[in-house]
Each structure stands twice: as structure tokens, then as C-alpha cells.
């Protein structure tokens, strides 16, 4: 049984030295994921991030660890690290999930602020991939050397690392499969990417939503002509995609198309009145909004977690064919391209929810 205070005590004096300073060694590696990074595989980054957290698990010094690394031709690497069960260690076989790709830096960054330089305000470090998903093995790492510094016998534990999460997890199966003999056959998977409704409590997330992701482009003129001349004669393309994705989900409600609706399970409406009764209009709150901008669903909390958990919601992430404002003119353009990003229902199969699409 782990000491609760020796493992703060361990914790404390691992935290600004170890902890911290290799999260924010992690978050200035410039690393992306490849759906975003043509040069993925030629830039070295994703290898930059790998090295960093490998040298500071390696700082650790963990009894019985091995580590591998998967990478068929064509496939992005996975890297697995593997702990032996302790000597009065139980059969049980545990896995645990994260990974090292991150997402664009976007803009949107408060003053002082940067994706690739860590700082840290109050309690908290900001940087990309700080939290979505570098802290994944600094954290299970550090609790496996917990475990070992107290004495604590502990089973045998792996921990995967995939690196290309932000774009879809395509190849996430077969490398898995490949790699299948040294992770061994976990009884217990522990993802370590999802979200919680607070930092006092440890949460465990009952649900996961898939995602079905498509660009999509209406063209018309062979290109941009003056808004004076064919205005009410070309076509003007925006207004064609706002009509195609009104397919999509209703602009009002935001409720999306039928053929994306699914059964909820019996106990998913119980559990909502449950985390409603726990959260209360904090689960909204927490997200900032400017004045007079009401959330969705915010004067029914249980059908605001449904909607949050179990149903499809639709998102523009992007869009091309859009000049920025300060150097647009007065020009019917020839295309406009928006990319839809759909969340999908936990029991929403993906093909069958792209070919709705």
C-alpha cells in the first residue's frame, strides 16, 4: 500500500525539476501532427519530442524498463516503454495511452503568451501540448517510480505513446497489432487523453466520442469577378455552403442531421441528472463567453451533458478561399472551402456516419 504522504513528499521534490521542467522542455519542441505537417517525416521534430521525454524518463532510473519502437515504412512511430512486475508484483497487466503530436498553434494567444515557449501564471503552465497530451508519460512514469522508491510491489505496466492522435489514430490499430507481443495483453487500459469536470477529484470518463472529418469545396466562376459586374449572375459560393451544411446540423439549434442519432445507453440520462447535481452550472461556466452570449441548452443541464456526451455536434475548424477582411474587395470569389469536423455519438459507427456526411 502507497504512503500518502511519502508519495507527496516524493511527488514535491520531483516537481519543479523533473515534472515541470520537462513538460515545458516538451511544449518548446515545435513538433505538430502530421494531418498538419507536410514534412512530418522529414523535419525531425516528432524525433525532438521522443528524445525529450525519453531522456527524462530515463532521469528516473526505473527498475525493469525496456522501451521499443514501431515504425513500419509509411507508418508514423509508436513508441512503447515496458516495466517488469515487481518481485511480489501481480499478474495483472496494465497499459497506459497517450501521445506526442500536437495540434497548430492557431492564433489567439494572450499577451506574453506563446504555443512553444512555457510560461507559467498562477497554477498554470501554458504551452501547446502541455496538457493534450505531454504530461502522459511524465505522469506515469513518475508514479511507477513512486511505487518503487516506497518499496511498493507493482504489476507489470506498459505505456504506449502514439505520435500522429491529432490526426485521426489511422494507422493506430496496426501499429498496435505490430506491436502487440511486447505490450503484452493488458487487463486494464488507462487512456490518459479525456477531459474532467474539475482538478479536486480524480474522474473517469464513461465516454468517448469518435469524430468524422471532410473538406469540402464549392467552386463555380473559373475565377474572381468584380461583385458589380455578375452580381445575380455567378453563383456566389458561400451561400452555396451554407446551404449544404444546413444538411448538416440546423442553424438554429445546432441539432444535427437524423441518420447521426443514436440509442442512449439506460444508464446515460441518470448519470447527466447525477453530474448535474455534482457541477451545477459550473460545467458550463467554466468556459468563458463574452456578454450576452448564452451557452447551449444552458436552462436544461442534463440535455446540455447529453448533447455534450452522446450526440453529434458539428464544428467549421477551417475554411479557404476567404481573403482577410483588410484585403478583401469587391469580388464574387471562384471557390470557397470550409473543413467540417463533426463529433460523433460514443456508439456512432465512423463509416457509417461518414457516408451520411
Known amino acids: 500500500m502507497l504512503n500518502a504522504k511519502e508519495t507527496m513528499a516524493f511527488i514535491d521534490a520531483h516537481w519543479d525539476s523533473w515534472y515541470v521542467a520537462g513538460l515545458s522542455d516538451f511544449i518548446r519542441v515545435p513538433n505538430l501532427t502530421p494531418m498538419v505537417d507536410p514534412e512530418f517525416t522529414k523535419n525531425g521534430l516528432i524525433e525532438q519530442a521522443m528524445v525529450c521525454v525519453d531522456e527524462y524518463i530515463n532521469k528516473l532510473n526505473i527498475k525493469g524498463m525496456s522501451k521499443k519502437i514501431f515504425q513500419p515504412e509509411g507508418m508514423t512511430p509508436l513508441i ?16 497506459f495511452y497517450g501521445h506526442l503530436d500536437k495540434q497548430p498553434w492557431m492564433e489567439g494567444w494572450d499577451e506574453g503568451l506563446a504555443p512553444t515557449e512555457p510560461v507559467i501564471r498562477g497554477d498554470y503552465l501554458y504551452g501547446r501540448g502541455g496538457a493534450d497530451d505531454g504530461y502522459a508519460p511524465f505522469s506515469t512514469m513518475l508514479a511507477i517510480k ?53 482538478y479536486n477529484t480524480l474522474w473517469l470518463a464513461s465516454s468517448l466520442r469518435g469524430c468524422s472529418t471532410c473538406d469540402m469545396t464549392v467552386s463555380a466562376g473559373k475565377s474572381g469577378y468584380h461583385s458589380g459586374e455578375v452580381g445575380g449572375i455567378v ?19 445546432g441539432k444535427c442531421m437524423k441518420e447521426l442519432e443514436t440509442e442512449l445507453p439506460a444508464y446515460a ?34 440535455e446540455m451533458y447529453l448533447n455534450n456526451t452522446w450526440r453529434a455536434n458539428l464544428a467549421i475548424t477551417g475554411a479557404g478561399g476567404l481573403p482577410h477582411f483588410s484585403k478583401a474587395g469587391n469580388v464574387v470569389r471562384a471557390s470557397t472551402s470550409v473543413r467540417v469536423s463533426m ?15
Not at 512503447?80 to 497499459?95: A, C, F, I, P, R
Open 80 to 95: 512503447v516503454y515496458v516495466v517488469e512486475k515487481s518481485e511480489h508484483g501481480t499478474d495483472t497487466q496494465l497499459m
Open 146 to 198: 513512486n511505487a518503487q522508491n516506497q518499496g511498493v510491489a507493482h504489476p507489470r505496466c506498459a505505456l504506449v505513446l502514439e505520435t500522429e492522435e491529432e490526426s485521426g489514430s489511422p494507422n493506430l490499430i496496426d501499429l498496435l497489432n505490430i506491436a502487440k507481443s511486447f505490450i503484452g495483453e493488458p487487463d486494464y487500459l488507462f487512456c490518459l487523453d479525456s477531459g474532467a469536470l474539475d
Open 235 to 253: 453563383p456566389e459560393t458561400f451561400r452555396v455552403v451554407r446551404e449544404l451544411l444546413s444538411r448538416l446540423d440546423d442553424p438554429l439549434t
Open 269 to 302: 440520462r441518470p448519470e447527466a441528472e447525477r453530474m448535474v447535481a455534482l457541477s451545477g452550472s459550473e460545467m458550463c461556466k467554466k468556459y468563458k463567453m463574452h456578454d450576452g452570449v448564452k451557452y447551449c441548452s444552458e436552462d436544461n443541464l442534463v
Open 343 to 357: 463529433r460523433l455519438p460514443p456508439n456512432m459507427d465512423a463509416a457509417t456516419a461518414a457516408k451520411a456526411i
